[in-house]
């Protein structure tokens, strides 16, 4: 098991889980998370999408105003991570 799952984790993923639609989780979020953090989270996803759609490094950046640092972090998790992205996005596709 990974070093930064522990019960503590389970639970935040559960809380996730539990959420029944969007205005539940801006709730949530608002109350757990800085805008700062939400604004980056939410940015990571959309550089993520946009990567998976075949854009460009500059591209990505004009559009999302995202660091090449952080593009690069999201498209090595792309490649290499534990499919959390591909997930979501093939998810977000078909609803």
Do not use: H
């Amino acid at each position: 098991m990974e070093k930064w799952k522990d019960k503590l984790t389970d639970q935040l993923c559960q809380a996730f889980l539990s959420l029944k639609n969007t205005e539940e989780t801006y709730s949530f979020l608002s109350d757990v998370a800085t805008i700062g953090e939400i604004r980056a989270l939410a940015q990571r996803l959309e550089v993520a999408r946009l990567l998976s759609e075949g854009f460009t490094y500059p591209q990505i950046a004009q559009q999302t105003g995202a660091s090449t640092a952080t593009i690069s972090r999201v498209k090595k998790f792309l490649e290499y991570g534990a499919d959390g992205y591909k997930l979501i996005l093939d998810r977000l596709k078909d609803a």
